[in-house]
């Protein structure tokens, strides 16, 4: 069965590792001419680290990844007002990890061209469209570096080509841009102690455009000494009449110190951190309404193609590399693509819908809100009823994760 996939990020690639763990030969075709180890900080929960160490991926992500012990929630002042374990302290079989994204698909990438060969993967390949034919799909490219035209037939065609999929604008025309709050993320990599001390996750503030996120993606070299940490300063900005500025604009400094005028964490020196940034981008927080049908024939959306969501509960990868997974695993059920496509979206489609809803009404992230309302911490009882709710929505309690099947199928062929 030939399997094209569309997208070279994250999705793209754990959707080839795991089409080929399944006994198929998946071919990925990437829009960038070269991929590089860029971008900032990603949170991957213990069920998508479950999903990559399956596939044999563990070791060398642990290799590259620091595993967050504790996510702290705060409040303007820093004050804390809830506080649980993560991964393995949490009482899940396997870690979570925070790891730079760049490190993530260039692991990723290695991994795609020495299981399945050093042409499965080509770049500069801009997807236009598709055309149905028996017994599959018709893929149209771009080669980027000809401008030449190139059609690919293929069994199964996979769009994992992110947010602004064109894969998804082809089976849901109309749809429009990505819909944004308001919200626009400043993100940037620091060379900054860790703080709270040690392996924290921090979310301090209030409600969205009100908020600092930081984490660290390593340890230091030494005891108290400066580490990669990833940090997301959130601002409220009215959308301008043109749109959202969706292109990732370097923030200069200046401009990102001026917004930390009423900020007062006592923990984190914010000015030094920023200073020590290398870069700054700005991000717009958007998403996608939830779509009624991810499948079409032998043509299906994964991960931000499918669900683009707002980063509440640090879900959005990590559920990406678990449709990579439950997609595989579907296919090798049925000797009929059609019927494998279906199953996939039956397990996953409802489930993710529900998912970006939570998102939008913050998620985990409802607890900083409750405490804000009240005016102190919440309740033990009410905020480990937000955070397990959210997990339970999620697939991921320990319960559910610990006791679950494995996704791995055993190949059927070379």
């Known amino acids: 069965m030939k399997i094209v996939v569309v997208g070279g990020g994250v999705a793209g690639l754990v959707t080839a590792l795991s089409l080929h763990a399944a006994g198929t030969t998946p071919l990925v075709f990437e829009s960038a001419r ?3 180890a860029v971008g900032v900080g990603i949170n991957l929960l213990p069920h998508a680290v479950r999903e990559l160490t399956e596939l044999g991926l563990g070791d060398a992500l642990d290799a590259i990844a620091l595993l967050p012990e504790r996510l702290v929630y705060c409040d303007r002042q820093g004050r804390r007002i809830w506080e649980e374990p993560l991964g393995l302290k949490a009482g899940y079989r396997w870690p979570q990890y925070s790891v730079h994204r760049g490190e ?15 042409d499965a993967i080509r770049t500069g390949m801009a997807f236009e469209r598709f055309e149905h034919q028996e017994p599959g799909a018709a893929a149209h490219f771009v080669d980027r570096h000809t401008g030449s035209s190139v059609v690919i037939e293929a069994d199964v065609l996979v769009g994992a080509d992110g947010i602004d999929s064109r894969l998804r604008a082809q089976l849901h025309p109309g749809e429009g841009a990505p819909r944004g709050n308001g919200v626009q993320m400043w993100r940037g990599m620091s060379r900054y102690p860790h703080i709270l001390g040690g392996r924290a996750i921090v979310v301090a503030g209030g409600r969205p455009g ?87 024939g032998r043509v299906t959306l994964v991960g931000d193609a499918a669900h683009p969501m707002y980063p509440m509960g640090m879900n959005g990868g990590s559920q990406s590399i678990v449709d990579a997974r439950v997609l595989a695993w579907a296919l090798s059920q049925h000797d009929d693509p059609v019927r494998a496509l279906e199953q996939y979206e039956n397990l996953r489609r409802e489930p993710l819908n529900q998912l970006v809803l939570a998102n939008r009404e913050l998620g985990p992230e409802k607890i900083i809100a409750l405490a804000e309302e009240i005016g102190g911490p919440v309740p033990a009882e009410q905020a480990t009823a937000v955070s397990q709710g959210y997990k339970q929505l999620a697939g991921c309690t ?15 062929g070379p």
């Open 210 to 296: 009100d908020k600092f996120v930081a984490y660290p993606v390593d340890d230091p070299a030494v005891e108290g000494g400066p580490t990669l940490m990833n940090w997301v300063l959130e601002i409220r900005r009215p959308e301008p009449p043109e749109g959202l500025d969706r292109s990732n604009r370097p923030i200069p400094t200046a401009e990102v110190l001026a917004e930390l005028s009423g900020w007062d964490l006592p923990w984190v020196d914010l000015p030094e951190l920023i200073r020590n940034s290398t870069d700054v981008y700005e991000y717009p927080m958007v998403d996608r309404n939830p779509l009624p049908r991810w499948s079409f």
């Open 34 to 36: 070269e991929l590089h």
């Open 104 to 118: 993530l698909q260039m692991l990723l990438l290695d991994a795609v061209r020495t299981r399945i060969g050093p």
């Open 398 to 412: 320990t319960a559910v994760l610990n006791s679950r099947d494995s996704w791995s199928v055993s190949p059927v």
